[in-house]
């Protein structure tokens, strides 16, 4: 995916999320995860 290219002419607020899941966690349900936010 080319982001920066279909976003070049955008020019209002940008939010970006990365969502990572451990899917080797063992024990509970609730998988272990890793979140970044940031806004440009």
């Known amino acids: 995916m080319n982001y ?3 976003l ?3 020019f209002g607020n940008l ?4 969502i990572n899941y451990d899917k080797d966690a063992k024990g509970t349900n609730a998988k272990r ?3 970044v936010i940031e806004r440009v």
Not at 15 to 18: H, T
């Open 8 to 10: 070049k002419e955008y």
């Open 15 to 18: 939010l970006l999320v990365g």
């Open 33 to 35: 995860h890793s979140c």
């Open 4 to 6: 920066q290219g279909d």
